[in-house]
């Protein structure tokens, strides 16, 4: 059962259309040749997908989290790109691509107190959102919403020791937007909660159009269709 993998595949092959980036047929890159598959040539893509370094990290042939998979093939330190070169390397393109920097803006919440910290952002690729009933842009919106951070957790003012309160800026460098619903709880049980999407996504000042979307089709995460 590799479907999770096909759809992940699918969806980056849609994006490289849409944004004109180049698959060539052949390529240092193992991801590149996954993304192209000559007519007649099923038994040579089965042949690809399984010398993959990926199933040291996942199980051939069980069902598992695309996400999970789509975040393997965009390492480029993973052993899926160790023989790949800096200017074929498919990771190292679309990291460019979708690539988000996170800032993090702390500040103390004694009214007195004028303790505040901006750490240096941190990069990332994707923005993974918590699901419940509503439109897309009101998780996005709920994602950068202001958090009061537990004393437990060593969160606190370094100045006056309250608590402190966090609030996180996506800020999108890349061409692509990549976003991933979190619809798998800690049991690996499916959230059914319904999200509209827009046809188009406003984001800060970029407007977004949708290139493709990876759907799971069950009620668990070892369970189900991509």
Not at 180 to 194: A, M, P, T, Y
């Amino acid at each position: 059962n590799t479907c999770f993998l096909n759809a992940v595949l699918q969806c980056l092959r849609a994006v490289c259309d849409r944004l004109g980036i180049a698959v060539p047929v052949e390529d240092t890159c193992p991801v590149f040749r996954l993304l192209v598959v000559p007519p007649g040539a099923h038994d040579n893509f089965e042949s690809r997908v399984r010398s993959l370094p990926l199933w040291t990290d996942l199980a051939f042939g069980v069902q598992h989290d695309a996400h999970e998979a789509l975040r393997l093939l965009l390492d480029k330190d993973h052993a899926i790109h160790s023989h790949c070169t800096s200017q074929a390397c498919f990771a190292r393109r679309m990291q460019d691509v979708c690539a988000v920097n996170f800032h993090t803006h702390l500040s103390c919440t004694r009214p007195a107190c004028t303790w505040n910290s901006a750490p240096p952002p941190e990069p990332g690729l994707d923005i993974s959102v918590a699901v419940k009933p509503a439109e897309l842009q009101t998780l996005l919106a709920d994602f950068q919403m202001p958090d009061f951070l537990a004393a437990q957790d060593d969160y606190t003012c370094t100045a006056c020791g309250d608590l402190v309160q966090k609030t996180l800026q996506v800020q999108p460098v890349g061409r692509a937007l990549l976003l991933h619903l979190k619809r798998f709880d800690s049991r690996g049980c499916k959230l059914g909660d319904i999200v509209t999407f827009p046809r188009a996504l406003i984001f800060g000042t970029v407007r977004y159009a949708f290139a493709a979307v990876v759907e799971h089709q069950g009620r668990t995460l070892k369970s189900g269709h991509y």
